[in-house]
Every structure is written in C-alpha cells, then in structure tokens.
C-alpha cells in the first residue's frame, strides 16, 4: 500500500464497503460520543467520516488528535446505517473504522479556525494565509482560478494563438501607474523596471513576425490598493495579433471570454449580445465607462426643461458653459421617503443634495411632487416624465454642474437606485464594449493638452484626425465591461512612427524625449511594422466575479493587504547594509 493513502478523501463509497484503505489528511472536527470518536478527515478533494472505539488499538492516539493535525489512518470501510447517511457528501453512504493511525504533523492552538463559518478579521486571515487557504471557500476560489485559467490557455490555443513568454526585468513603460524599480548592482545608479504589462514586448513580437500572441502574464503595479485590485502585482491574459481590426479583436476574444464565464457561472445567465457603446454615451447614460447593464436604469439629459425656469439653481447653473442637468428616472421610487434617502446618498457623497421629482395619483389625475415640481410648474414637470416615460409610482432624480463634476456620484446613485428598487437583475453577467475613447484632454487650469487615454492608440482618421482638434480625436481603444467592472482594457495600436510622433507633440512631448523612453519600439516600427491591436483581460477581477465576491483578495492565493504589505513574509523588509553596498545604495531615514 502506498505510504500515504490508497484513496483520497472524496473516492470512497458504497462499493468500497469491506476494503482496507489507507488515507491521509487533516483533522476537520472531533465529536466524541461517549467511548466512541468520530473524525471528519478532509484533504483538498473532500471529506470522509472515519471513527474509532475502545476496541481499535488506535484509540487511545486517536483521542489525542485536535483539529487540523495532519493524520494518516488504516481501516476498514463500513456502510453508515440508512438513517445516517449524509446525501451531502460524496462519501455519505460510508465510514472507516480506524485500526492503525500516526500522526503527520501535530498542530498548535489555532490562530483561526478552519472548520465552520466565523469571521475573522483579514489582518489575522492573511498573516495565517496557510491556514484560511485550508477553508473551504478558499480551497473552491483557487481550484477556479486554477480552472479559469486552464480554460483560458486551452481557449486561445483553440483560436490559433501561441503563448510565448516576455521579460520581467526591464525598462520603465507608462501604464498609468507607478513603476517598481530593480536597482542595478552592475550598473550603479541604474534601475530596471518590473512590467506594468507587456505592452511594448507583445508589439515588438507583431513586428517580429508571429502573428497571434497570448500569455498568461504577470503584471507589476506600485497603487493605491481598493477592493477590485491588488497593490502590488496581478495577471492578465494578454494577447495581441496583426493585420486585424477593432471588429476582429471583438470577435476573436468574445467567444474566449464568453465561453469563460459559461463554463464558470454557476448556471447564471450570460448575455450572448454585448452592445457597443461609445465612451462619450456611457458617461452619459450611466455615470461611468465601465457600467452595469443588468440595471436597466439609463440617464438623460434634461436641460432644456429647466433653462429659464422657476428653479433658478439649475436655471443659473446653465448659464455658464459646458454644464447641464442629467435625470436619473426611478421605476417604483415615487414615495417622499425613498427620495429623501437618496437626497442624503448625494450629501454623503459631498454634494449639496439631489433634486427630485416624483408623481402621485391624488384620486383626480396624476400629481407631480416635490421641490422641483413645484418651481418649475406643471407644464416643464409633464414634459420631464413623458420624455423619462416614467408614470404613478415613479420619480426622477437630477444633477447639474459640469458632467465631470458629478458623472461619479450620478452613476453611483444609478446603482444604488437599481439595487434598492429591485430593478438590477441578478445570476446574470452583462457585457458592453465602450468604444471611441477620447485620446487626449485638457486640463481645466492651465490649459494643456494631455493623453486622456493609452498614448499608443492609434487614433481614428490616422494623421489627418490629429490635424483638427485635439478634444475631438477619439481613438480605436475599447474596453470591456462586465457587471459594473472594467475586465479587458485593449486598442488597436498606433504603429506608424510619424502618426505616433505627432500624437505625442500635441501632448507636449517632442521627438527626441520620445525616442529616449520609448526607442526599442519606435525604432522597430522603422522596418516595416504591420498593423496590430489586442487586449488584456484581467484574471483577478474575472475570477473575483465568477466567485460572487467583491474582493479580489478572496481569489488571489497570497495577496497583499491594503496597505501592500505580506504579514506572512514581513515583506516589504529592510536591506542588510551588504546589500545596499553591492547595490551602491543608502537608505535615507524619513523625517518624522
């Protein structure tokens, strides 16, 4: 018999009624029953109920074992009595009479506690990661994500792409966040960079002539932790391929992600129509450029029905430039209180409050309620519901200023009004591609142009685009959203270096600081670069919806916490002073 186990765990049934097996694993729960042990052993595949009395030579090691001992048994497999049969257990029809037991690895007292359903705080679950990993809503996360990620790879495989490998230590590349930097200990003074992502390898490899590209790719970022995103590092599935448009991109990942989450969903639905919106339209309609449409919720744009009325804080507001009133209609949200609830939402999102309308059946017709109404009049309020097709029960609520200023707390208010009302539809992953991003903004105080977006997008009208306004350009950049969350960021690459030269001109950026941090790429382009676009998908936050959890370290093996540390390694930790020597380095203490 194998030293360890004949079976695992999760094998054993009633077929197996008489055999001697041998299995190993860890102390789940002790019951005693009065001269009569029952032990639930659990490995990673399952659990098996094996038992044990005075009569088994191993009763009296038996009666030493504590939860989550690591243990090894000899037995003899018997049928449960019917009235004890666990249905929920693939092992329920059976049990194991221990006969020879020796312990494994003995456990101290626990910091956490493994069998059951407590809560503990995640400073303690991720200082004794070891241990919370041994939960069984853990051990389910990353056997997904395991799973996840072996469907990805079989998926791309399946579409012609090869996985080929890019470097981890290399140079600086902007991503939109900050670099982890490498120092260099035989180039003093010089650092590396840990990838962002690999952006300007996966070009270079269209350049070099191989044609579809995937990889399941770390990623290296210095942010500010939330609970959607790691603070230090995550993966992707990266992919990129040549001579394709937007459309081919769509259509070559679509199926791979789609057939992910069908796969992977627990039975819920998954939209098999992903709309294409635009970016501009988004921010429109919900708040946001990453939107969840099981909320059916779509704002619009109100102002007319309040230029030059009664109210005169939104009357005055659209007397100065660029700003405008934005409705958010309510289905079933017609009662003072709901309204009210929400008004304090907008307070405590640092607005002043949120105006609102919403209309009543009085007995003698349809009645418009509310500070709004009662300003702008009947004739303005009628116009605003029939233009929201909204009816009795219903309300609206609006915002003004310029979008920028409340788009955010308007599309927060979008998903709280869709939850409370039960108007968002759940066991369902709603897709949209958000589409014609703008490439460049200006910021309000000074003036200057700026990337709003990726810099190597190439912009929609090639050369001739970047000759007119810059605010007016829009790029052949998408994303994906799915439930309320960006899963995929990609574009179609700027690969002609004279476009990509302008592009980066109108930002303020001339050609020789360009060539300097971006030289490999821009001088590959020089010998005959064919167009190329991809994406990269985001596993942590994909796998975070498949688990039904709202955080992603819930399916990240060993994150780190929100302030980017690793409790369980004491990492980040200080450089011996040999260390700093070989790297010629000096730590400068930060003042207090």
């Not at 020879?100 to 456990?107: P, R």
């Not at 939960?135 to 791309?156: F, G, H, I, K, Y």
């Not at 180039?187 to 590396?192: A, D, E, L, Q, T």
């Not at 309000?444 to 142009?449: F, L, V």
Request: proline share 6%.
């Amino acid at each position: 018999m194998h030293a360890y186990r004949s079976h695992t765990c999760a094998d054993l049934t009633a077929a197996n009624v008489g055999d001697t097996v041998r299995l190993s694993g860890w102390v789940h729960r002790v019951r005693d029953h009065g001269g009569v042990l029952f032990i639930d052993l659990r490995d990673h595949y399952g659990m098996t109920q094996v038992l044990c009395d005075g009569d088994s030579a191993a009763f009296a090691e038996l009666e030493k074992v504590r939860s989550e001992w690591c243990i090894r048994i000899d037995g003899t497999v018997k049928a449960r009595d019917p009235q004890l049969v666990n249905p929920k257990l693939p092992t329920g029809e059976i049990e194991v009479y221990v006969r020879d037991l020796e312990v494994l690895g003995a456990a101290e007292e626990l910091p956490l506690m493994v069998f059951g359903e407590q809560e503990y705080p995640e400073e303690t679950r991720l200082r004794y990661r070891y241990l919370d990993l041994r939960r069984e809503a853990m051990q389910r996360n990353m056997a997904l994500r395991s799973d996840v990620v072996a469907s990805m790879r079989r998926r791309m495989w399946n579409q012609k792409f090869r996985e080929y490998q890019t470097p981890i230590i290399t140079a600086s590349s902007p991503e939109g966040a900050r670099d982890f930097l490498v120092p260099s200990r035989l180039h003093p003074g010089k650092f590396y960079a840990l990838p962002q992502a690999p952006q300007q390898f996966k070009q270079l490899i269209m350049v070099s002539g191989f044609d579809r590209y995937f990889q399941i790719a770390p990623c290296f970022r210095d942010e500010d932790p939330r609970a959607d995103r790691s603070p230090t590092d995550f993966y992707q599935l990266d992919m990129e391929m040549s001579f394709a448009t937007q459309q081919d991109v769509f259509d070559t990942i679509q199926p791979v992600i789609r057939g992910v989450f069908e796969e992977f969903g627990r039975g819920a639905k998954v939209d098999q129509i992903w709309p294409q919106i635009s970016y501009r339209d988004a921010a429109l309609w919900y708040g946001t450029d990453k939107p969840d449409l099981r909320n059916p919720i779509k704002m619009q744009d109100c102002s007319e029905h309040f230029r030059g009325s009664g109210f005169a804080i939104f009357a005055k507001l659209l007397e100065q430039d660029g700003t405008e009133i934005r409705a958010i209609p309510a289905q079933g949200g017609g009662s003072r209180k709901f309204c009210d609830r929400m008004n304090k939402f907008a307070q405590s999102e640092g607005l002043p409050g949120m105006g609102y309308i919403f209309w009543r059946d009085q007995g003698n017709g349809l009645e418009a309620a509310g500070p709004l109404a009662k300003n702008i009049g009947p004739e303005r309020t009628e116009a605003i519901r029939q233009q929201l097709g909204l009816g009795v029960g219903d309300a609206a609520f609006f915002l003004g200023g310029k979008p920028k200023s409340f788009e955010r707390v308007a599309g927060k208010a979008r998903d709280v009004i869709g939850q409370e009302l039960g108007l968002t539809e759940q066991d369902r992953f709603a897709f949209a591609w958000i589409v014609d991003f703008p490439i460049f903004e200006q910021d309000d105080e000074t003036g200057k142009i700026d990337f709003e977006h990726n810099p190597f997008s190439m912009p929609q009208g090639g050369m001739a685009a970047l000759e007119g306004d810059p605010l007016q350009v829009l790029g052949y950049q998408y994303d994906l959203s799915c439930n309320g969350y960006e899963i995929l960021s990609g574009a179609i690459r700027n690969h002609k270096p004279e476009i990509m030269f302008k592009a980066f001109e109108i930002a303020g950026y001339g050609a020789d600081e360009v060539r300097k941090r971006f030289g490999g790429m821009v001088n590959a382009f020089q010998y005959g670069a064919p167009p190329h676009g991809g994406c990269a998908a985001g596993i942590d936050r994909i796998v975070m919806l498949l688990a039904d959890t709202a955080n992603i370290r819930e399916v990240i093996m060993f994150p780190m916490n929100q302030r980017a540390e690793d409790l369980m390694m004491a990492a980040p930790g200080d450089p011996t002073s040999d260390q700093l020597m070989e790297l010629s380095l000096r730590v400068i203490p930060q003042a207090d």
